[in-house]
């Protein structure tokens, strides 16, 4: 699924391409090239409707937000009017996808021609970035998606933070603070600040389950176990919120968060983007389990 994030490096690196502010004397003009716009979505097939919907803004804020709203629906609402606002949604990420790989396809055959690479190599290396975010990859003038399964990373977010308020826990916008920093930094390319950024936050979602559960249970505060991460994870062996085999499983993973540099057989961004997949996946598995056991207390 292309999510929120991606929409609007999309929603960028078209308006980028298809209009200009220019500033002189002190005032700023801009202009929207709406046959340009029609043109490149006619020449790749986009369907009738969509072309002429694509050159109906004048400027440039109009036309940014119309890309943006392809990923809501509201983009295609006057063109669907007897659609649900699902299936509008499910249209739109059809169209992000064709639009992301239209935009990928067009820059491989301008990119080395200078000015274009000047101008448009960082909005579409940002695209990039987040589509494998994503989980998707561009390879051979097609955007494939290898992962039938892939994390809807967007939706998991918001499970994850539905968890954090459910159970109560502290430090919750220092959590989603470090996945910000985790997602900045990936579309930066800086892999291992990343990675650090996930083993922070999976760090401090173990640390404040622990600290509920122990004041769920009246035991006496022991500061010095929830200092130490693997402290903390055997505490929670201990108190049965995971078996022996699941805490391995968390020393493991947490272990490959701490020490995984360049490995010769993955690229780092592949490695980057599934250590903090996983990390999600396991972040929800302790705040379901830590929730049960909240509410049992």
């Not at 440039?60 to 606002?85: C, N, P, Y």
């Not at 990420?93 to 990928?104: F, I, T």
């Not at 301008?110 to 000047?118: C, D, I």
């Not at 500061?223 to 499983?249: A, C, D, M, T």
Request: net charge neutral; aromatic share 12%.
């Amino acid at each position: 699924m292309i999510s929120r994030p991606t929409s609007l490096a999309i929603a960028k690196a078209y308006t980028a391409r298809f209009s200009l502010v220019s500033r002189s004397h002190g005032r700023s003009t801009e202009k929207v090239y709406r046959d340009k716009i029609y043109d490149f979505f006619y020449a790749n097939e986009y369907e009738a409707w969509f072309c002429n919907l694509s050159k109906s803004h004048v400027s440039v804020r109009g036309l940014k937000e119309w890309f943006m709203k392809i990923h809501t629906g509201e983009s295609f609402a006057t063109a669907t009017q007897d659609w649900s606002w699902e299936q509008r949604r499910n249209l739109g990420q059809r169209y992000l996808r064709d639009m992301a790989r239209d935009h990928l396809r067009w820059f491989d055959s301008v990119k080395s021609e200078g000015l274009y690479a000047q101008f448009y190599g960082d909005d579409t290396q940002h695209l990039l970035r987040h589509l494998e975010l994503d989980g998707y990859i561009f390879r051979d003038g097609d955007l494939l998606q290898p992962q039938s399964d892939v994390l809807n990373v967007e939706e998991e977010k918001s499970a994850l933070e539905r968890l954090f308020i459910s159970a109560k826990l502290g430090r919750a916008n220092d959590a989603f603070e470090f996945l910000r920093l985790g997602e900045e930094h990936f579309v930066a390319a800086r892999w291992s600040d990343c990675i650090s950024n996930v083993r922070k936050f999976f760090e401090l979602t173990l640390q404040e389950g622990a600290k509920a559960l122990s004041t769920s249970k009246g035991q006496k505060f022991d500061k010095s176990i929830f200092e130490r991460p693997v402290e903390v994870r055997q505490y929670l062996e201990r108190e049965g919120l995971f078996e022996r085999k699941e805490r391995e499983s968390i020393d493991k993973l947490y272990g490959l968060l701490s020490e995984t540099g360049a490995h010769p057989y993955m690229a780092e961004s592949d490695q980057a983007r599934l250590l903090r997949q996983l990390s999600l996946t396991l972040a929800q598995f302790v705040l379901l389990r830590l929730n049960a056991a909240l509410i049992q207390a």
